[in-house]
């Protein structure tokens, strides 16, 4: 099975641009994560879904990030307009269910580098 | 809410040294357990879980016991291989309304030759 998919794997874009990063999670998992990794923050959760619902976007940044969850196979988060503090790299992650068995595993994707110049 | 403290890094040891990093963890209920790794240029790969008390989580040679009455979450290896050279993370997974992994700040493991 294909693990969780992300694209693009590399971007570089001038700030003011508008970058979406997309997702696909595994086959038949429920809950999808977006991560942020950077030097000087770590790992951070922005959002997370559970069937396709946003339930916990405490995270997100400010108002220039975004994510949508339009079905259970696609995800995207986009940044809007997007500034060179956001250069990071963003990982989208996937797990089977939320609030059953709490030994569920969280798949991650190889994540999408990003550079704003 | 879940919170995590691994030991400061980089570790660095030589090949064959025995491994121990140190995880404890904060959190409500009875939470899993997680090790992570991550090689350079590359995304997170889980290493090995615990579920609950006293279960012993193990992979490639990394072993991890689930001990309650310390919240701890240690991690160790025998013996290291340069190619065990990366990046490692402990996360707890919460039993809560807030099913998401909180992650450590990360321990580097540089193995020398």
């Known amino acids: 099975d294909a693990g969780v998919i992300q694209s693009p794997r590399h971007e570089v874009t001038e700030m003011g641009q508008e970058v979406t990063l997309r997702c696909k999670p595994i086959?038949?998992?429920?809950?999808l994560f977006w991560y942020r990794q950077t030097m000087m923050r770590g790992l951070e959760l922005l959002i997370y879904f559970n069937n396709n619902v946003p339930i916990d976007d405490s995270g997100m940044p400010e108002d220039r990030f975004s994510a949508k969850m339009p079905n259970a196979s696609f995800s995207t988060l986009k940044i809007q307009p997007s500034e060179p503090r956001d250069s990071a790299v963003y990982f989208c992650?996937?797990?089977?269910?939320?609030?059953?068995?709490?030994?569920?595993?969280?798949?991650f994707g190889e994540g999408s580098w990003l550079t704003v110049v | 809410g879940n919170s995590v403290t691994q030991m400061e890094g980089p570790v660095t040891l030589s090949e064959e040294a025995f491994l121990t990093i140190n995880c404890t963890y904060t959190?409500?209920?009875?939470?899993?357990l997680f090790w992570y790794v991550q090689y350079p240029g590359e995304g997170l790969q889980l290493l090995l879980k615990?579920?609950?008390?006293?279960d012993k989580g193990s992979n490639k040679g990394f072993e991890a016991t689930y001990r309650k009455e310390t919240t701890s979450f240690h991690l160790e290896k025998g013996s290291v291989q340069v190619s065990d050279s990366a990046v490692y993370f402990c996360?707890?997974?919460?039993?809560?309304?807030?099913?998401?992994?909180?992650f450590g700040s990360g321990t580097r493991l540089l193995v020398r030759p």
């Open positions: 086959s038949g998992h429920n809950s």
């Open positions: 996360a707890p997974l919460g039993t809560d309304s807030s099913y998401k992994l909180i």
């Open positions: 992650a996937s797990s089977s269910t939320i609030g059953g068995d709490s030994g569920n595993t969280i798949y």
């Open positions: 615990a579920t609950k008390a006293d």
């Open positions: 959190a409500t209920g009875y939470p899993s």
